[in-house]
Every structure is written in structure tokens, then in C-alpha cells.
């Protein structure tokens, strides 16, 4: 099943208080995983707290990695790790990655071709996340093809400010979506962040594509039968 992250991004403009408000909100509306930015922005104490906030929820928890310092400091509050495009070419970055022994997922968005699979040379088993840089991101940027053969191996960073691109990545298998959630639209990426009702509205859609069967005759016995039998019944009465 498609997870559902819920990228908080800075909007908790530094105030702990706040940002453990909106880890609690992210979480009642139905979020898989919380991203939160900003490893300078609390003490370490401070980050384990946000963390057993999601863990008691079973919940995940996940920060963008730009250091070997940010990863040994977070290491064990964090479920998996996400890395910016920007930074799939910090091999001290990479190897401090692949040493934590947890899930990563690997933006695709600003970097080449050749550096995304480099990197994935240094993190095998990491999901690609396709993103696009146009923000807010009108449908005529996505690549309909992409969306269909996910597979479980990559996921979608979406900034369209809709709910329709993660639903249709879900629909070709994506391991995760993650979203900016906008908070009273105050931040820097308003335009391209869905509002807390469009997080529970792909949440419960992301469920409904989940429990959908992957047998390509599910539903269809009673006509399967049906059919045979009038294929025996034909074969019959063309013999005699």
C-alpha cells in the first residue's frame, strides 16, 4: 500500500511548541509518515520528543539529510531518511546513509540521470522519488507514462496543491507520496501544499486503492464461469 508523507516543512517557524501541534494534526489526518525541515532548528531532546510522537501513534518520522552530523545526530529518531536532489552527490552524506541501515529515499528532481545512479550505487534498495520542479506543478509537467509503472520502486514528491497526481501514482504502485501540507496558508510553497481536508481526502483514497486486488479477474467469478461454460457448450455442439 501507497504510504502517505506529510511534509510540515519550516512551517513551525522554529517554535517547538508549534511543531509538535502540527506533528499531532498531520498524524489525526491520517499521514503514514511526518517530514518535518530544519535539523539546526531543535536540540536533540527536542527531536526525540516530535519522533515518540509519531512512534506512539505508529506513525513515521523523517528529516531531509544534508550531513554525516545530521544523521548521527538523528539516527534514532528518525524511521528513514529522506535525501534532497541536491545532495545525491555528498558521498560522506551517502555512506553515513547507507551505514544507518534505514530506508532512503532519494529525490530525483534537480539531479542528472548519471548522479541518481551513482547514488543508488552507494544506497542499493533506496526508493527514487520523482518530483518536478515547476512549482506549483500544472498537469501538463507530469509524465503520464512515469505514473504507471511504479511499482513499488519509486514514490512522488507532489507540488501541484492536488490530490490528483498522488492518486494516480498510487494507482501504478508508488511506495510512497509525500505532499506539503500548508498550515492557515502561511509558508514558502503555499500554492503548491495541500490543505489538512486534501490530506485526509488522499488518505482515505490512498486506503480505498489499497484494499483494491491486484487479480485481474477479482470480481469477475460469476462471468468467468459463465464464459467457460458456454466455451464447453459451443465446443459440444460444433463436434457433433
Known sequence: MTQLIADLGSSHGNDFDKARALVHQAIDYGADVVKIYGPSAFTQAQWGM???????????????????????????????????????????LLRALHTSKKPILLSRGLCTAWEYSMALTWCAGAIGIRTVKEYPTDPHH???????????????????????????????????????????????????????????????????????????????????????????????????
Open 50 to 92: 516530535l519522533a515518540g510522537t509519531c512512534h506512539v501513534a505508529d506513525t513515521g518520522f523523517t528529516v531531509s539529510a544534508y550531513d554525516p552530523e545530521t544523521v548521527k545526530a538523528l539516527e534514532s529518531a528518525v524511521t528513514l531518511w529522506r535525501v534532497p536532489s541536491g545532495q545525491v552527490t555528498n558521498l560522506p
Open 142 to 240: 507530469y509524465c503520464r507514462p512515469a505514473f504507471a509503472h511504479m511499482n513499488g520502486k519509486y514514490g512522488l514528491s507532489d507540488h501541484s496543491g492536488e490530490v490528483w497526481p498522488s492518486i494516480g501514482a498510487a494507482f501504478g504502485g508508488a511506495a510512497y507520496v509525500e505532499v506539503h501540507v500548508r498550515d492557515e496558508d502561511a509558508g514558502t510553497d503555499v500554492d503548491g501544499s495541500v490543505t489538512w481536508a486534501q490530506l485526509h481526502q488522499l488518505h482515505t483514497a490512498l486506503a480505498y486503492i489499497g484494499q483494491m486486488s491486484e487479480d485481474i479477474w477479482a470480481g469477475q467469478t460469476d462471468f468467468r464461469l459463465k464464459n467457460a461454460r458456454e466455451k464447453h457448450m459451443f465446443r459440444e455442439g460444433d463436434s457433433s
